[in-house]
């Protein structure tokens, strides 16, 4: 079955500092991986996807974050956080070969930046 | 604006009426997903289009809910008799290919 584990319920950080929300999955095969950010009774906006290449991706508004498929991770990452960062943070993860480009959302980590 | 578009924004019925969503792509998108995400949790998929025809239903999708998509641009979501278990917010995103999927602001449904 397919699965992605968001461990942190919510992550709080001091602005300026470095942050990153964790992600597991539990796809097999090389999975298309992604990571949204949603904002109080609003949809979810795209962040970044990792397809095939750099195991690095940067993203919008200074996000990036890195595959590990030998730990099966997909942490995103800033090396500086903002107050606006503030937000709901989701990964999701769409299996190898899935034709109908079904995605599999984590549960969400609540980021909290404070000044 | 040339986003994914969703109507209404909120919606507030009472148990056992029956409510309609809409939802409008981006459009050269001829992927459409629908998916419910309820407090605390991600969003869970529902169903797909490609172009006009549903693809794939979840189990999630019981038989009060039907979509469909005309002519393969717009979709509609129908919640027959609804439940107080049905109140969530309803998503719709959309994909020009096997790829990133586009999220409209949702629909709030609340049961009374």
């Known amino acids: 079955a397919q699965s992605v584990a968001q461990p942190e319920d919510q992550v709080n950080v001091a602005e300026g500092n470095p942050l990153t929300v964790k992600c597991t999955y539990s796809?097999?095969?090389?999975?298309?991986l992604f990571w949204y950010v949603q904002y109080p009774n609003r949809g979810l906006q795209f962040l970044l996807k990792?397809?095939?290449?750099?195991?690095l991706v940067k993203g919008s508004y200074g996000f990036e974050a890195e595959f590990n498929k030998s730990q099966t991770s997909f942490h995103l990452k800033k090396p500086s956080a903002l107050v606006s960062d503030s937000a709901l943070y989701f990964c999701?993860?769409?299996?190898?070969?899935?034709?109908?480009?079904?995605?599999?959302f984590g549960s969400g980590t609540k980021l909290n930046v404070k000044p | 604006d040339t986003g994914v578009s969703q109507d209404p924004r909120h919606k507030i019925t009472k148990r056992g009426q029956n409510v309609t969503f809409r939802c409008d792509p981006i459009s050269e998108h001829n992927r459409l997903y629908w998916y419910r995400q309820t407090l605390g949790q991600g969003p869970e998929f529902l169903t797909y289009f490609q172009n006009e025809a549903q693809l794939e239903k979840s189990r999630l999708l019981s038989d009060r809910f039907s979509a469909e998509r005309p002519k393969g641009s717009f979709s509609t979501l129908e919640i027959q008799r609804t439940e107080q278990g049905d109140s969530a917010m309803y998503l719709c995103?959309?994909?020009?290919?096997?790829?990133?999927?586009?999220f409209g602001p949702g629909t709030r449904l609340t049961v009374l």
């Open positions: 999701a993860v769409r299996p190898p070969g899935d034709n109908f480009n079904k995605f599999y």
């Open positions: 990792y397809i095939t290449g750099d195991n």
């Open positions: 796809v097999s095969g090389n999975p298309y």
């Open positions: 995103a959309s994909s020009p290919r096997v790829d990133t999927q586009y």
